[in-house]
């Protein structure tokens, strides 16, 4: 029986967006393996995907469903769509265009299914427009007033820096592939530091560990920076010809004293001072600025003070020096909508409605939404203040429309869901926010059932609004062609061989000279200056006499945010629904691990076991993200308690600005076990 490899990549919400290569036998993907001719992927996957198979043949949509008496029923995709589309145009009709609002993120982030195609295809129609905040907004607004975009040194040039500290990242658990190069760079001699709250598989690795109290990372920077200053550390020639606003950064450190910081982050002085010393001295140093920092309320201003401790010291004079995080600053543009735009398809002024505030939007009283296109992600799991969420997704006069791979907790909310196809089923193009390279995606097999790529859904679900510009009907290959011909990309080549480099050359500086794409070609500093935001819930000391838990949910290793959460190994990989608490708070509420306990707020409240760690401080609680809520015992998940409240840049969400209690839960005495409910 002959086999064949087909070329392609992971579609997830990762930084690595890994090359694989999928051996398909008689129709069937039979294997999958990470391509070892990709060096950053260099031949390995995920612990998550490398069971990406169980994914791809386990239970899914697969036949268009329509809901009919209460229960979603199995139909033709014909009327399913005429479904669709009909609930769509008495939207329009009767509210205007405006009425409906596609909701979407990267549970795939390809330009043609995710983050470009269907939204030149649904925003035609003159709907609401989606601010896509959930995961990096604060980031990428600190990124583009500090640098002028997302410019994230190469990793692989990670094995020259002398000195790494990882600020808020868990790349272990988050984007392995790292790792791997910092790895190189400490056996080179390098000392790596891990800054964060909780002592995760990362920071447990590294040589040293700071845990800094959530939200108060600014704090320690702007500290940081005062010990840089006072040390000699400024590389004052580079600093002159290429950053603004110094000058009055240097004036205000005189309110940052170590002590101050040290007493907000609740490390000790000499903590800070020691580190600080370390940056002064070291070239280059690497400053990695994770996301799990900013999803507070100072995130934004506390991604601009970390980034700032970059442009004193020279360190993007060096290869591995400067800044490391999101490197998608560096990739050519592919911009699907102003291409369209280009060809003559019109886009109605409209609103932007915040992903973030999905809650307040169902729920809002004036111009409400009254149609919901869904796909490539699960809000009912995954948007904050769940119980908000869910009352809106309830309304009666709220039409939904999901286009789904799999029967998740918002198909359950549907009026009708579309069967989408999978990464092996159809044709994609990717970027990265992780490394430099561009990716393509073959279609290896043929989908099963009714299956179509979101972008055909789409397109078909035009048609039926009447809306048939022949730019929109571009099939998947002839779009991909256009964008990367804008972007001076060969499409042939990038099939051919699967990925191409993309940005500076490995192994330069390319920044050493200045030439930030800001419009000053400097690094901006000014207007406004770094400063300290406090979070909104984190540091708040009237709300910890009621709630005096800040909880945090990072990243586990087997779950991307609620992909895979239904499949029984990386279930059982992950564990049932899960507090963890310092030995000091467990003892104090008479909890022990294994004791079924209730996380509570004013949101809402959630169950799950504890279990009794040193991993995290005193006062600081944590569990991993995400489980699905119709699978955690009492139907609600954490997101039931995070907060729907904007972060002070980008309209990012807050998830670890979230003060809780935990106590025993009702009926349960001593040990006890989570009883989870079955799949859907």
């Known amino acids: 029986m002959a086999r064949t490899t087909v070329l392609g990549c992971c579609p997830l919400d990762c930084p690595d967006t890994c090359a694989w290569e999928a051996t398909v036998e008689d129709g069937r993907v039979v294997a999958l393996r990470g391509s070892k001719r990709q060096p950053f992927t260099a031949g390995a996957l995920c612990g998550k995907v490398n069971r990406y198979l169980d994914l791809l043949d386990g239970e899914r949509v697969t036949e268009a469903l329509v809901r009919r008496d209460g229960a979603l029923v199995p139909v033709s995709l014909d009327e399913a769509l005429d479904v669709a589309a009909a609930g769509l145009r008495r939207a329009i009709d009767e509210h205007g265009a405006e009425s409906v609002l596609p909701f979407f993120f990267a549970g795939t982030q390809g330009i043609l299914q995710a983050m470009g195609l269907p939204q030149r295809l649904l925003y035609a129609i003159g709907t609401s427009r989606l601010d ?100 000699g550390g400024v590389d004052e020639g580079w600093v002159a010809d290429h950053v603004t606003g110094w000058p009055e950064l240097a004036a205000r450190l005189e309110e940052w004293p170590v002590e101050r910081a040290a007493a907000i982050c609740r490390v000790d002085a000499e903590t800070i001072r020691t580190l600080g010393r370390r940056v002064a001295a070291t070239r280059p140093t690497s400053i990695n600025v994770g996301l799990g920092l900013q999803r507070h309320g100072g995130a934004g201003a506390a991604v601009r003070a970390i980034m700032a401790i970059t442009a004193l010291c020279g360190d993007w004079r060096f290869p591995g020096g400067g800044l490391a995080g999101i490197t998608g600053g560096h990739f050519p543009e592919m911009p699907a909508l102003a291409l369209a735009k280009r060809a003559g398809v019109v886009y109605p002024p409209v609103r932007t409605l915040n992903m973030s505030r999905l809650g307040e939007v169902l729920n809002a009283a004036a111009d409400p939404v009254k149609a919901l296109v869904v796909f490539n ?25 999901v286009l789904e791979q799999r029967l998740t907790d918002t198909c359950g909310y549907a009026d009708v869901v579309l069967p989408a196809t999978m990464q092996p089923e159809h044709f994609d193009l990717h970027d990265a926010y992780g490394h430099l390279y561009l990716s393509w995606n073959e279609r290896a097999v043929d989908a099963p059932g009714s299956c179509l790529p979101n972008s055909e859904l789409l397109r078909r679900l035009l048609l039926r609004l009447g809306v048939d510009h022949p730019v929109l009907h571009r099939s998947d290959l002839e779009v991909a062609r256009e964008l990367c011909e804008h972007a001076g990309v060969d499409l042939d080549r990038l099939r051919s061989e699967g990925f191409v480099r993309v940005g500076p050359a490995r192994g330069s500086a390319p920044f050493a000279d200045g030439g930030f794409p800001t419009a000053s070609g400097r690094i901006e500093l000014a207007d406004p200056l770094p400063t300290y935001v406090p979070p909104h819930e984190a540091t708040d000391d009237l709300l910890a006499e009621r709630f005096p838990l800040v909880l945090l949910a990072p990243a586990g290793r087997f779950f991307l945010n609620s992909t895979f959460a239904q499949l029984p190994w990386h279930r059982a990989k992950q564990g049932p629904p899960t507090v963890f608490l310092n030995p000091v708070d467990a003892a104090s509420r008479g909890i022990e691990t294994g004791t079924v306990v209730r996380c509570h707020n004013d949101r809402g409240a959630w169950e799950g076991l504890a279990e009794v760690t040193d991993a995290t401080r005193a006062g600081v609680a944590f569990t991993l993200k995400t489980q699905w809520p119709s699978l955690s015992p009492g139907g609600t998940n954490v997101n039931a308690c995070t907060p729907e409240r904007d972060a002070d840049l980008g309209g990012a969400p807050t998830f670890h600005d979230n003060r809780v209690e935990v106590v025993v839960a009702a009926g349960a005495v001593g040990r006890g076990r989570v009883q989870t409910t079955g799949s859907r």
């Open 132 to 231: 896509t905040t959930i995961c990096t907004a604060a980031w990428q607004a600190a990124a583009r007033q500090t640098f002028g975009a997302s410019i994230g040194g190469d990793p692989e040039d990670l094995p020259n820096a002398r000195l790494i500290i990882l600020w808020g990242a868990n790349p272990l658990s988050t984007g392995m592939h790292l790792w791997k190069y910092v790895l190189a760079a400490q056996r080179a001699g390098a000392h790596v530091v891990c800054i964060d709250p909780l002592r995760s598989g990362t920071a447990e690795r590294c040589d040293e560990h700071v845990a800094v109290h959530p939200g108060t990372d600014a704090a320690l920077a702007l500290a940081l920076m005062r010990v840089i200053r006072d040390e």
């Open 377 to 401: 992600c699960n809000p009912a799991a995954t948007s904050p203040d769940q119980l908000a969420v869910r009352r809106g997704l309830e309304r009666d006069d709220l039409f939904t429309v």
